[in-house]
């Protein structure tokens, strides 16, 4: 789709590197004329909107790093120096740790986009396993993050999440403590660990950036799916990526700007924890245990299965099953606009997602009146994976062969100006 390059260089100087290094004739082919689909709506911004993202915790992280102590004697101190004494350390610190959260409210966004509109379907699959890697990755970038400032959700929730791996003792006697040991780099979560969780947040940052390069490689071969989710059949469909989408782009981000500067100004510690205000003591357990928000639903699920090692294969099974999902909608056709019998299954498994979500935010014990009836938590969380896994490994598979979709719009340009206007347009 991206066709031959349409770049002619303009001087004398540009000729010469175009010969040598054609890095201006990549960027035009990419960023200015690329044929992009006419009919991208709001939900087509995030992917900009999340490299936004990446490049501000990148920038933040750094300047943070640059005061940062990471020694378990030093870690909580240096946060703490930070806030009060670094010129502008409060609002770096802030923008990078709200910056999480919205790096992850836009990651999500963009990932159900995808699944609305079948993106992840041929020929795109690859865009999309190349997606599940990100995320994989920012779980664990995040994962690591949130034990450095060393307070007590650092160090109890690093404490929960690495003991996950004494689990498999039960494959193979010891083998799981021999890990959980070696991931330490000792014999509890001490200043190795925390060591070697600043390496890797800082490093994983980057490992990131260059999955997102692939990815985009990956969807600028096959280029855009749209809300049709129909093929691009001729230029009539599509509109230079330039000025188009730079400014719809750009619009968003700004909105997108707006409410991170009101969560950084007026709310900076509502996604927080207060408990990580109180330095890490080995000693005294928080009555509370919780991840950030965005790793709730998997905790959620964890928590729902009574033996840890079968709870830890569900969460990661659940993180696994996105990687198959290309092969597991049999559906010919992609966007859920004209699938009428998986939509309602895909809005049941939104709402699922934020169930299991707030369900991963309360005590083990707690119950939830739903309609009058009070029930456990327990029990609304295993339902909740039940649908979860269900949706995947039933509904797309079944659904995709039993359902008749509604007729498929010509084309793009038709379904967009009408069918004169699409025939002027040719
Ligand atoms: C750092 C994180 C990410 C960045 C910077 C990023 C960037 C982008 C960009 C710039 C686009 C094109 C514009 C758009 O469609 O919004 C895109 C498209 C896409 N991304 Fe991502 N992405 C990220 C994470 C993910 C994840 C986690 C997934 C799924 C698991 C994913 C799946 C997709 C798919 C399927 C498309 C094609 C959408 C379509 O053409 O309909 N991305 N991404």
């Known amino acids: 789709m991206s066709g031959p390059s349409t ?9 010469w590197l175009d010969s040598r290094l054609p890095l ?6 990419t960023m200015v004329t690329f044929p992009t689909p006419r009919n991208l709506n709001v939900w ?6 999340l490299t936004f993202c990446l490049a501000v915790q990148i920038v933040t992280g750094v300047v943070l790093a640059m005061h940062f102590t990471p020694t378990a004697a030093g870690a909580f101190d240096s946060v703490e120096n930070i806030m009060r004494d670094v010129n502008y350390g409060w609002l770096i610190r802030y923008v990078h740790a709200n910056g999480a959260s919205m790096f992850f409210l836009a990651v999500y966004i963009h990932m159900f986009r995808g699944l609305y509109y079948g993106s ?4 795109r699959e690859v865009l999309w396993i190349l997606g599940v890697i990100i995320y994989l990755l920012m779980m664990a970038t995040a994962f690591f993050g949130y034990v450095l400032p060393w307070g007590q959700m650092s160090f109890w929730g690093a404490t929960v999440i690495t003991n996950l791996f004494s689990s498999l003792d039960q494959v193979v006697p010891h083998m799981g403590t021999a890990i959980a040991h070696w991931l330490w780099g000792g014999f509890a979560v001490g200043d190795p660990t925390l060591n070697r969780f600043f390496s890797l947040h800082y490093l994983l940052p980057f490992v990131i950036a260059a999955v997102v390069g692939l990815h985009i490689w990956a969807l600028h071969v ?3 799916n749209n809300p049709l989710g129909i093929d691009v059949k001729g230029p009539q469909d599509t509109l230079p990526f330039h000025p188009y989408y730079t400014v719809k782009d750009a619009f968003y981000m700004v909105l997108f700007a707006m409410l991170f500067a009101v969560l950084v100004f007026y709310a900076p510690n509502f996604v927080g924890n207060p408990d990580n205000y109180t330095p890490a003591n080995p000693l005294a357990t928080p009555a509370h245990i919780v991840p950030e928000w965005y790793l709730l639903p998997y905790y959620a699920m964890l928590r729902a299965v009574p033996q840890k090692l079968l709870g830890v294969l569900v969460l990661f099974g659940a993180i696994a099953t996105l990687v198959f999902i290309p092969w597991l909608d049999t559906s010919k056709v992609r966007s859920l606009r004209y699938r009428p019998m998986l939509k309602p299954f895909f809005w049941v498994l939104f709402f699922d997602c934020i169930l299991l979500g707030y369900l991963g935010s309360q005590e083990p014990q707690a119950t939830t009146n739903v309609f009058g009836l009070e029930l456990s938590d327990l029990l609304l969380a295993r339902i909740g994976a039940i649908y979860y ?4 490994w039933i509904c797309l598979p079944v659904i995709g062969l039993i359902e008749k979709p509604k007729p498929l719009p010509q084309s793009i340009a038709q379904a967009v100006l009408g069918s004169h206007a699409a025939a002027a347009a040719e």
């Open 44 to 49: 087509y911004t995030f992917g900009g909107i």
């Open 389 to 392: 896994y269900a949706f995947f």
């Open 120 to 123: 992840y379907k041929a020929p």
């Open 222 to 224: 096959p280029g855009n």
């Open 24 to 29: 201006l004739r990549f960027m035009n082919d």
């Open 7 to 15: 770049y002619t260089p303009s001087n004398g100087f540009t000729r």
